[in-house]
């Protein structure tokens, strides 16, 4: 991975928006005092949870009123308030009393496949069994679903009994969705307090961008071993090209001795250079490269089709992403994130989890973080949204040496598919997935 700086005049992080571009002891403590400030209050946030697990919106309300009726009926001598106090007191001794004791059930968590395609359906399962010889009363269980919740009731049961609930896990969007763990409540009659006890393991459900099956790049794009040579001339390969006159330095098993003697001068072979194609594709993750988050979702999917059919073609592929430079740092990080190509499924995980931030880096940089770290690059596909200029774009693609095909593929939600040349880059504009396949199609034409 590459890491350099640039000036911090160019941040969008934390600290750019605290202290903008001030240096110095004052803009340091500044962001130090708002750096424990924020640690502080997560940790004061996950307390504040904790407690809230057991005493509910209720159980505090009772509270409040028991210590506010008790205060005022001593105060005042009101009789009335000190008998309804110690009443709500009462109540949450009461209440208590059901949280006491351990009920033993065997719970557990299961998915029938922990990866799909956005908007497939995704099926998970809780199943109770009572290890017991007695019989266990029933149970309310709550199951955590990304930001929701599933809850079911389970009945009473038997010595050796078991009951089971199947819940859907909604994906009409890509993510890495948590699925648990696995808690059962007991709370009293009234909603005063509530007990939760966790019995599974957490889960992870990969929604998979949607991909599509584009054209073989084997041939037209990149030239290698298994298709065509290029057009670059060596003096050492497998692919003859021509033959030319004996320079100083040139290998003498490659003199071609007819030529030689019809001539009367040395003549030795001219080869066609052919090399191992290795496909490059950069996901940027800025913010200001899309105009909307249903372009960055198209983005997703092409970066997966096209690393998906790299791989169906037996090519070296990288796929990388922007990295994000850390909230608090002083300069901006010049790196990127490489997703694993090691088969699809990885692909696909990795992709599952990517998100737009304001503070990675854009395309241009992206680009040359990846053509530095990426070494005999045959071509390289840029996606992006539709907030990139042609400039920006070229500058993208300068960044990749001569002989590098760079394809920049331009996702705007419901545009017309075109394709244009801008100097040496090759620019796909598509608004929908499908017409990766034909926009494709057509630069292989051309």
């Given at each position: ?163 089971s609930d199947v819940f859907v896990v909604p994906t009409t969007r890509r ?178 989890g990517v998100e737009l931030t304001d503070a990675a880096l854009r395309l ?83």
């Amino acid at each position: 991975m590459t890491t350099v700086t640039r000036s911090q005049t160019e941040l969008t992080n934390a600290r750019a928006r605290i202290v903008g571009e001030r240096e110095g002891f004052l803009a340091d403590a500044i962001v130090w005092i708002v750096r424990t400030s924020a640690t502080a209050g997560r940790a004061v946030a996950v307390v504040a949870r904790r407690v809230g697990g057991v005493v509910t919106a209720l159980g505090w309300s009772v509270l409040l009123l028991a210590v506010l009726a008790l205060t005022a009926g001593y105060v005042w001598g009101w009789v009335e308030s000190v008998v309804a106090g110690w009443a709500a007191l009462a109540l949450l001794v009461v209440a208590s009393g059901y949280l006491i004791g351990r009920t033993a059930y065997d719970v557990g968590l299961s998915l029938p496949a922990n990866r799909v395609v956005v908007g497939d359906r995704a099926p998970g399962e809780v199943a109770i069994r009572n290890p017991l010889r007695r019989r266990l009363p029933g149970v309310r269980v709550e199951v955590p679903v990304g930001a929701g919740l599933a809850e079911f009731a389970a009945p009473s049961l038997g010595a050796g009994d078991e009951h089971s609930d199947v819940f859907v896990v909604p994906t009409t969007r890509r993510g890495i969705v948590p699925i648990g763990p696995v808690r059962t409540v007991r709370a009293d009659p009234i909603g005063l307090l509530r007990r939760e006890m966790v019995w599974a393991d957490s889960l992870d459900l990969f929604v998979h961008p949607r991909t599509i099956a584009i054209p073989s790049m084997s041939t037209g794009f990149v030239r290698d071993l298994e298709g065509s040579p290029t057009r670059d001339l060596t003096s050492s390969d497998i692919a003859f090209h021509a033959l030319r006159e004996y320079v100083p330095g040139d290998e003498r098993r490659y003199i071609h001795w007819k030529s030689t003697a019809k001539t009367g001068s040395y003549m030795v072979r001219q080869f066609e250079e052919t090399r191992r194609s290795h496909l490059l594709v950069a996901l940027t993750l800025s913010e200001a490269d899309y105009a909307t988050d249903e372009e960055f979702e198209l983005a997703v999917s092409v970066t997966g089709s096209l690393g998906v059919r790299a791989m169906l073609d037996s090519r070296t592929v990288s796929v990388v992403a922007s990295a994000e430079t850390p909230d608090f740092a002083k300069r901006m990080v010049f790196s990127a994130r490489r997703l694993s190509t090691v088969n699809r499924g990885r692909l696909l995980d990795d992709l599952s989890g990517v998100e737009l931030t304001d503070a990675a880096l854009r395309l241009p940089e992206l680009a040359q973080v990846a053509s530095e770290d990426a070494a005999g690059i045959s071509i390289a596909f840029l996606v992006c949204g539709s907030t990139l200029t042609a400039s920006q774009l070229r500058a993208a693609a300068a960044h990749f040496p001569l002989g590098v095909d760079v394809v920049a593929i331009v996702c705007d939600e419901g545009a017309v598919p075109s394709l244009r040349r801008v100097a040496d880059l090759s620019v796909l504009t598509i608004g929908y997935l499908e017409d990766l396949q034909r926009s494709l199609a057509k630069r292989l034409a051309t």
